[in-house]
């Protein structure tokens, strides 16, 4: 065995899409791939698949996007498991030409989206009714229900669980912002506070200043009561800067 037979009977799965063929014919796969389970070959040009090779434990065919307008007859004979195959954006117009499927006893679900054959009038219920081993087709089974992989339940799973990574952090983050917000509030109304306590220290000084000098001037009064009348007399002129005239009439008689 060569070492590109090895690897050819290594792969499991092969992807070919948007690689152009040559005139309209698969080439280059082989036989080799053995157990090759998922083949993709979508928009390619492919025009027919006659040169399909044989691949017994293919089970899943994609061909979308090509231009294969019959001969389905050779997937009968080469894929003889296959459970998924995707004809989409084909030229299938008849249901007569999705016949030969029949003689593939797996198959689980068919894709003709954009297919003309799906312009026709009960076309649903002719294609279940002539490939009956058909669970979906186009996604949907005959009593209109969707298939497991586009299931919208899981899709609202997937939505919750997106919601709880992802917004979920944004909440937090909104919740961090608000702790921030209100600490600096908090501060704001620690310092007005302080602010407020300083002005009622300023108020209590200057009523206290107050309240000493008129104790001041109430104890200079109570001192001026206890003097004699005469000099009680005196000391007012003399505050005022008059002279006594019991004085000068003293130095007048001098």
Known sequence: ???????C??????????????????????????NLEFL???????????????????????LSDNRISGGLEVLAERTPN?????LSGNKIKDINTLEPLKKLPNLRSLDLFNCEVTMLINYRESV????PQLT??????????????SDPEADGDALEDEYENGEGEEEDDDDEEDDLDEE???????EDDDL?????????????????????????DEADDDLPRGEKRKRNLEDEGEEDPEDEEDDEDD
């Open 136 to 149: 979906y087709l186009d996604g949907f089974d005959a009593d209109d229900q969707e298939a497991p992989d």
């Open 40 to 62: 993709s070959m979508i928009n390619i040009n492919l025009l027919s698949v006659s040169s399909l090779p044989k691949l017994n434990k293919l089970r899943k065919l994609e």
């Open 9 to 34: 009977w290594q792969v499991k799965e092969l992807v070919l899409d948007n690689c152009r063929s040559d005139d309209g014919k698969i080439v280059g796969l082989s036989s080799d791939f053995e």
């Open 184 to 190: 600096v509030i908090d501060d704001e109304e620690d």
């Open 128 to 131: 279940f009714t002539l490939l």
């Open 82 to 86: 296959l459970t998924h195959l995707n």
């Open 1 to 7: 065995m060569t070492t590109c037979e090895c690897v």
């Open 196 to 220: 407020e306590g300083e002005e009622e220290e300023d108020g209590v000084d200057d009523e206290e200043e107050d309240e000493e000098e008129d104790g001041e001037e109430d104890e200079e």
